[in-house]
């Protein structure tokens, strides 16, 4: 039982490159969300799910896309990463107001 | 809109001191509280949760107790070790699809 996983777990891109991460729970759960952590900013919400084939805004959702095809997977996407999208990033999943996370992927815009 | 106040700036201590880290929220209704705990290099993990007022979560030692007179929900633990260093996030379920607000942070540092 892996839980929540994400791949990869580092990536660095240059400016105006794409990239997609891939976040997979075995948990069946239905509810699946996308975090950045910054210094200072906590945890914020990019984009979130609510059941295969759904896909909603968060707080900070500009520059980035993301899909649920598959009730496992959640990918974002950067279509054309800036400097400001530096991070690490977290996936989670829920099936009720715990959430379960993933060991996150850290990466950096040139 | 729903939000959730952490106190400022990392905290630092001795091993087996007494551990307390405010957290208070401003919120609509009746919001479920919780503490997540990051450690190095990890995501974050469920600490403890309480989901009506005057309940109180633990959980390790830690203990948080949701005070809706005052607004917080603070986290204590009596003695901690250096294995309790982390960072650890306030947390309340804000805006419905089981979505989180969370506060910034509190780096703990527990020197030996």
């Known amino acids: 039982n892996a839980g929540v996983t994400q791949t990869p777990k580092f990536r660095v891109l240059k400016t105006g490159q794409s990239m997609t991460l891939l976040c997979a729970q075995d948990?069946?759960?239905?509810?699946m969300y996308w975090y950045r952590q910054d210094p200072g900013m906590g945890l914020r919400l990019i984009h979130y799910?609510?059941?295969?084939?759904?896909?909603a805004k968060g707080e900070v959702p500009d520059g980035y896309n993301v899909s649920r095809l598959k009730k496992q997977n959640f990918l974002l996407g950067l279509e054309s990463a800036a400097p400001s999208q530096t991070s690490v990033y977290f996936c989670?999943?829920?099936?009720?107001?715990?959430?379960?996370f993933g060991p996150g992927t850290r990466l950096t815009v040139l | 809109g729903d939000s959730v106040t952490q106190m400022e700036g990392p905290v630092t201590l001795s091993e087996e001191a007494f551990l307390t880290i405010n957290c208070t929220y401003t919120?609509?209704?009746?919001?479920?509280l919780f503490w997540y705990v990051q450690y190095p290099g990890e995501g974050l993990q469920l600490l403890l949760k309480?989901?009506?007022?005057?309940d109180k979560g633990s959980n390790k030692g830690f203990e948080a107790t949701y005070r809706k007179e005052t607004t917080s929900f603070h986290l204590e633990k009596g003695s901690v070790q250096v294995s309790d260093s982390a960072v650890y996030f306030c947390?309340?379920?804000?805006?419905?699809?089981?979505?989180?607000?969370f506060g910034k942070g509190n780096q703990v540092v527990v020197i030996p």
């Open positions: 309480a989901t009506k007022a005057d």
């Open positions: 947390a309340l379920s804000a805006g419905g699809n089981n979505r989180l607000a």
């Open positions: 799910s609510v059941g295969e084939g759904t896909t």
């Open positions: 919120a609509t209704g009746y919001p479920s």
């Open positions: 989670a999943s829920s099936q009720s107001y715990e959430q379960f």
């Open positions: 948990m069946n759960h239905e509810y």
